[in-house]
């Protein structure tokens, strides 16, 4: 079920925006990463010379007419929130000059207060550190809206590095927060660029304020407040109210390695999502978390089907697909049950500085066939240079669709291009070199058609040291096209309390309004009440609007009622069209409770079966999923005889003495037991390098954490009964590296070979263990709580 409007009515500062007619906010959100966190916090971590000014770029797309904006400064006089409008927030397109005109308007009067669908509004500061109280457009700033808008944030800093380290995010509106977050990767997770060497969460406040949790953290934090809190993989945020989180990622050190990501929280996590960007000299791939307690089985799904493979995710852990290349799309899915984490990094496998820039993935769920561009500058500033844009829109499909591209929204100038299922094609617009504001859908014999979109710089379109390129990039949000506003009146007070109350008759006023491209077909979507479901009307689009109302007695149990609704596919019976009178007392339960998916649930019917259709007909490739319990015997036919005998004689006391705690009981995606590749099975690059930095940390096959400070040499694993008595020892020598210890060597020996490496690295010394595992899954303890795959 798509949740729509319900902060319209809980929003604590709302009266506040009274002011503006009869219109009020239908969403909020919050500039995240203010320039102080952001300047400390993470540009001066990654390279030293960043300095202020902080260069912070907020765009605002307009997607309707006569939208109303309230800009609310947080500077001197706080967030408005006692029933007035402070004298430091700004109301464009209200029609009184008086309140403000969004910045570009000229003359400012009465008359020209007006905000029209595809106008952008550019707000551009150079914010100085120490912050001061001068009134600018910054971080910590709250947006509001009484029509959907797109909001993108951007920010370099001076210096060296200057826009080459610029960064971007979209912005979450506040009903989209949540209080659960967890750390896909961390700063204890190796790659081949270190693109994770620095990881962070960049946490915001909401009108509630909130107090965090996090490893290490416990914080109060007031309306609009942020804190940037360094992280490893696997760490869980948790608040008492709802949050917004961003999470950062950088090489320390580096020149200009930074890439930002917006969170969403875990309830929101899917086992199915979309990647647009195709990109093969960019070098783009999709990284996985699983944050499960196995491994799970996950399909890369292409536009070719011949092209498509599946790879392995252990549990909590991380893997990347294949590069993602040129005029592909792709489709990420594994099993009911398995949600995880995608997200996609261009430039992986370079010196990961010159197109570095990334995305988090949209759960297909969310999808809709709809998106606004936020920000889409082809260039830096919108010069190009004469030589085209190198910064791009990027659009896949989740099935054979007619793309069209409104690249002003307002009506004229659409282009369309016909398009395969999760093909990826690319747009700009060369008349202004900017995307900023475009209106894309996409539709098929006139019924929608889900997209997934992202902005960022095109490898091919730019090289080494363009001084006119952005090396950024956002996912483009979906647009919710229909929106709905719901108001209770009381028509028959039977307690006489004065209060609307179980029992009561009364009113409900549904305003439906469609600001999408494409109009509402009859029949196609609902609106449910407390009172009923209502069928929606055909409606226009771009502005159509339908009202209704329904008469109901309130329902025992019920205190209050809010006039909140939410809009459903219409279900299959006969809804009121009109104003009907003699609905049901209490909520139909023949309509859906979800939205639709836009999407299959499950993997494609490529992927894995629930278990092996078949024993293995040879020596088995894999082994346990979570971890040993024992060497197999050789044979699909006979079951592990036992666990490790040794435990970890110079770490933990508590070492496992009988293998993993943990064994599937049910069926799982992928098979528990030894098994042969399935078909089109691949093995993924990156699968089987594990990198060790910093204090050396170690997990138990029971998912305890260790740290080690000392020096010595460590027995991870003996288990002469691995492979039929072909043995397995792990060992590691530690060192004392000034104020820190690290691994110094780590050998793995499997009957009479022996693979050892050792840290040749100068920064932080680390060591680098690369090799396939002569088992294909059977999991090693190693350093860094990560396994050899």
């Not at 070492?655 to 089109?680: F, K, M, R, V, Y």
Request: aromatic letters at 8%; charged letters at 20%; glycine letters at 12%.
């Amino acid at each position: 079920m798509m949740k729509i409007f319900s902060a319209l009515f809980s929003l604590a500062a709302l009266p506040a925006f009274t002011l503006a007619g009869d219109v009020v906010p239908i969403m909020s959100m919050y500039v995240p990463l203010p320039e102080t966190s952001l300047l400390h916090g993470v540009f001066h971590v990654i390279k030293s010379n960043a300095r202020a000014p902080v260069t912070t770029m907020i765009s605002i797309a307009v997607s309707t007419d006569d939208t109303v904006i309230w800009y609310d400064h947080h500077e001197r006089d706080g967030y408005d929130t006692d029933g007035s409008v402070a004298a430091s927030t700004r109301v464009w397109g209200d029609g009184d000059s008086g309140n403000g005109c969004a910045p570009g308007v000229s003359p400012c009067t009465d008359a020209t207060d007006v905000l029209i669908a595809g106008q952008v509004i550019i707000l551009k500061n150079e914010v100085p550190v120490p912050r001061g109280n001068a009134i600018l457009f910054d971080g910590g700033d709250k947006i509001s809206a009484s029509l959907p808008i797109a909001v993108t944030r951007s920010a370099y800093p001076s210096g060296e590095p200057g826009s080459m380290m610029a960064g971007a995010v979209e912005v979450i509106e506040q009903e989209q927060w949540g209080t659960r977050f967890v750390a896909p990767v961390g700063q204890d997770v190796g790659s081949e660029t270190d693109a994770f060497e620095y990881s962070a969460f960049a946490i915001m406040a909401g009108d509630e304020g909130a107090t965090i949790s996090c490893p290490g953290e416990f914080k109060t934090l007031a309306q609009g407040e942020a804190v940037v809190i360094r992280v490893d993989q696997g760490w869980e945020l948790t608040s008492d109210k709802p949050i917004q989180v961003d999470l950062i990622t950088g090489d320390i050190g580096s020149t200009y390695q930074l890439r930002w990501y917006s969170l969403v929280p875990v309830e929101q996590w899917s086992n199915e999502y979309y990647a647009p960007v195709g990109d093969t000299k960019g070098e783009t791939k999709v990284t996985i978390y699983n944050p499960g307690t196995r491994r799970i089985t996950v399909t890369c799904t292409l536009p070719n089907p011949n092209d498509s493979y599946t790879f392995r995710v252990p549990a909590k852990s991380i893997r990347s697909s294949e590069i993602i290349r040129d005029g592909d799309g792709a489709k990420f899915s594994a099993g009911a049950g398995n949600n995880f984490f995608a997200f996609s990094s261009t430039d992986t496998e370079g010196g990961g500085q010159i197109y570095d820039w990334g995305y988090p993935l949209i759960p297909s769920g969310s999808l809709t066939n709809e998106v606004v561009v936020g920000l889409g500058y082809g260039c830096t500033d919108m010069n190009c240079n004469g030589d085209g844009e190198r910064s791009v829109v990027w659009i896949t499909a989740v099935s054979d669709a007619t793309i069209h591209v409104d690249y002003n929204n307002d009506g004229n100038n659409v282009a369309t291009k016909s398009v395969r299922a999760l093909e990826s094609v690319y747009f700009t617009d060369d008349n202004d070199e900017d995307m900023s504001g475009a209106r894309i859908w996409a539709e098929k014999n006139g019924e929608p058609v889900n997209i997934a979109a992202a902005w960022g710089q095109k490898a091919s379109l730019s090289k080494s040291g363009d001084d006119y390129a952005l090396d950024l990039g956002t996912v483009i949000l979906p647009f919710e096209p229909t929106r709905t506003s719901c108001s209770v009146d009381i028509k028959e007070d039977r307690d006489g309390d004065g209060e609307i109350s179980a029992g009561d008759i009364v009113v409900e006023t549904i305003e439906v309004f469609n600001v999408g491209a494409m109009p509402v077909s009859e029949g196609s979507i609902a609106v449910e009440t407390l009172g009923g479901t209502v069928n929606v009307e055909a409606t226009d689009g771009r502005g159509g609007t339908k009202i209704y109302t329904i008469e109901y007695e309130v329902p025992p149990g019920v205190s209050t009622v809010t006039g909140t609704c939410e809009v459903v596919p219409a279900p299959p019976t006969t809804s009121p069209t009109s104003s009907p009178t003699g609905v049901p007392t209490v909520s139909p339960t023949a309509g859906p409770t979800g939205g639709p998916t836009a999407g299959p649930t499950g993997g494609p019917t490529a992927s894995p079966t629930a278990g092996p259709t078949g024993g293995p007909t040879g020596a088995p490739t894999g082994g346990p999923t979570g971890g040993p319990t024992g060497g197999p015997t050789g044979g699909p036919t006979a079951s592990p005889t036992g666990g490790p005998t040794g435990g970890l004689t110079g770490g933990p006391t508590a070492s496992p003495t009988g293998g993993p705690n943990e064994t599937p009981t049910e069926a799982p995606t992928d098979p528990p037991a030894p098994d042969q590749p399935t078909p089109g099975d691949r093995t993924i690059t990156d699968a089987p390098v594990v990198f060790v930095k910093g204090d050396p940390h170690f997990k138990t096959f029971g998912g305890e954490l260790y740290d080690f400070h000392g020096e010595c040499d460590l027995v991870l694993l003996h288990n002469p009964q691995f492979m039929n008595g072909l043995g397995m020892d792990v060992h590691v020598r530690t060192k004392i590296e000034d104020f820190w210890s690290s691994v110094e060597t780590a050998a793995i020996k499997i009957g009479d070979d022996t693979l050892e490496s050792w840290s040749s690295r100068g920064k932080h010394p680390c060591g680098r263990i690369q090799g396939k595992d002569p088992v294909e899954d059977f999991q090693v303890l190693c350093p860094c709580g990560h396994s050899l795959d």
